[in-house]
C-alpha cells in the first residue's frame, strides 16, 4: 500500500527527493496574497545574537540543491534548508499561508512572548502582533490559526493564555489583538490549547482542563467548533453550543483533513499520550492510538489517507497510515529524529497536501544549538511499507 511520509528537506538519505527540495526566489509578500499584506507592528526585531555571532537570515540561496554536509549553525545563521527562521522562543504555534509549496511561508506564535511572526525562505522574520499573554506554566500563546475566509478577510485567531482566562483573539492586519472568545477557565496548569481549521468553513478550538476535574459546563476541557465571531458554528450538532467534543487534559494539537472529513486532537493525559478521532457530538471515548511512553504529543496534519504528529519530548514525527476508514493499519513511521532531526517538535500545519510547517521546542528542556528555536518546512514522500502491528 502506498504510504507518505514527512521528512526534513535535505536529510540525509533522501536523495530521491532532492528536487523538492529547492525554493524558487522569495517573492515580494504582495504576491503571496490577492489582498493587501500582513503589515508587521514596529517592535524589536526577532532575532537574537546567538554564541558566535549571526543574526542574518538562513544562509545557502533558496535555487541551490541540499548541500551533502550541512555546516553547523553559526549563531542565527543556519544553512540547513529546511530552515525558515531562527532564534525564535518557543514557537510553539504554527499557521501555514496558503500556497503551491514552491515559496513557502507561514504564521508562527511565542508561546512566552506572545508575538506573532511571518516567517518565509530567506527574509528575516516580520512581526505581524504582540499579544500580551501570561506564560507561567504551560500557559502563553499556545494556538494559531487563519481565518477560515483568510482569502478574503486576512484575519488570524490565536488562543492565548491571560491572567485571569484563557480566551480566543481575533487580529486584523495592523491592529491589536480583540477578544473573540473569553473566560475559558485558566489553572496552574492545563492551559495549553490548540487551534486549527476544520476545512468546513470553521475553526476548531481545543482546551485544556486547566487542572480540574470535568465540568459539563464549563469550556474548559473540550474541543469547540466555531465560526469566525466566535459564535458556535451553525453546522454543530447542537447550533447552541460551540462545544462538539468533552474529555480533553492538555491538548498538543487538534487537525482536520484537508477534505475537512476527518478531525483528530492529541492529548496529554495522566496514564499516557493519546490520539483521538472525532465525531462531533459524540464522547470521545476509547483513543485510535495511545503512547504508554508519552513521547510528548504536540502538533498534528492530516490528509485523507495519513495523520503525522509531531513530538515535543521524544523529539521527532510520527505517520499514522490509514486504511480507507480510518483505521490504522501498521505501526507509526519514524522520522525527522536523532541527527536526521531538529529536536523537540511543537505545532504542526500543512500548506498543501505536499507541504508543511513545524516549530522547534529546544530552549525549554531540549538539547537547543544556537540557531534554535527554528521554524522549519517539511515535505511529503511518497514510500512504500512501513511498521507492522
Not at 558566535?52 to 548541500?67: F, I, L, R, S, T
Not at 489553572?187 to 482546551?207: I, K, Q, S, W, Y
Not at 501498521?330 to 529536536?343: A, H, Q, R, V, Y
Request: glycine share 14%; net charge negative; hydrophobic share 35%.
Amino acid at each position: 500500500m502506498g504510504r507518505r511520509r514527512l521528512v526534513a528537506l535535505a536529510a540525509s538519505g533522501l536523495a530521491a527527493v532532492a528536487g523538492c527540495a529547492t525554493f524558487t526566489e522569495q517573492p515580494p509578500p504582495r504576491s503571496w496574497q490577492p489582498q493587501t499584506p500582513l503589515t508587521a507592528q514596529a517592535g524589536p526585531a526577532p532575532r537574537e545574537e546567538g554564541p558566535g555571532g549571526g543574526g542574518g537570515g538562513p544562509g545557502g540561496g533558496p535555487n541551490q540543491p541540499p548541500p551533502t554536509s550541512i555546516p553547523p549553525p553559526d549563531g542565527c545563521t543556519d544553512f540547513h534548508p529546511a530552515v525558515l527562521a531562527t532564534c525564535l522562543d518557543s514557537p510553539t504555534a504554527v499557521a501555514a499561508l496558503p500556497g503551491d509549496g514552491s515559496n513557502p511561508t507561514a504564521l508562527v506564535g511565542e508561546r512566552t512572548t506572545g508575538r506573532i511572526l511571518l516567517v518565509r525562505k530567506g527574509v528575516d522574520p516580520e512581526v505581524v502582533a504582540t499579544v500580551p499573554v501570561d506564560a507561567a506554566g504551560d500557559g502563553g500563546l499556545t494556538g494559531l490559526a487563519l481565518s477560515p475566509s483568510y482569502a478574503e478577510d486576512q484575519l488570524i485567531f490565536a488562543y492565548v493564555t491571560t491572567r485571569t482566562d484563557n480566551r480566543l483573539v481575533r487580529i486584523a492586519a495592523g491592529d491589536s489583538a480583540k477578544p473573540v472568545l473569553t473566560g475559558i477557565p485558566r489553572g496552574a496548569r492545563g492551559n495549553r490549547g490548540a487551534l486549527a481549521l476544520d476545512h468546513r468553513g470553521g475553526l476548531l478550538l481545543a482546551t485544556g482542563d486547566a487542572g480540574r476535574p470535568a465540568d459539563p459546563k464549563s469550556l474548559a476541557g473540550k474541543l469547540l467548533r466555531l465560526d469566525a465571531s466566535g459564535k458556535p458554528h451553525p453546522d454543530n450538532p447542537d447550533p447552541k453550543t460551540a462545544v462538539v467534543a468533552s474529555g480533553l487534559t492538555a491538548p498538543g494539537g487538534v487537525c482536520a483533513s484537508l477534505d475537512g472529513s476527518r478531525t483528530w486532537v492529541t492529548d496529554r493525559t495522566a496514564k499516557a499520550d493519546v490520539l483521538h478521532k472525532v465525531e462531533y457530538g459524540r464522547p470521545l471515548g476509547t483513543p485510535a492510538w495511545s503512547w504508554p511512553e508519552k513521547p510528548g504529543v504536540a502538533g498534528c496534519a492530516s490528509t485523507s489517507q495519513v495523520l503525522w504528529v509531531a513530538m515535543s519530548t521524544a523529539g521527532h514525527l510520527e505517520n499514522l497510515p490509514q486504511a480507507p476508514d480510518g483505521t490504522f493499519t501498521g505501526k507509526p513511521n519514524l522520522s525527522m529524529e536523532d541527527e536526521e532531526g531538529f529536536g523537540r517538535l511543537s505545532g504542526l500545519d500543512l500548506v498543501n497536501d505536499s507541504v508543511a510547517v513545524t516549530g522547534t521546542v529546544n530552549k525549554r528542556g531540549g538539547t537547543p544549538v544556537s540557531s534554535d528555536d527554528r521554524a522549519l518546512i517539511i515535505v511529503l514522500q511518497a514510500l512504500e511499507g512501513g511498521g507492522q502491528d
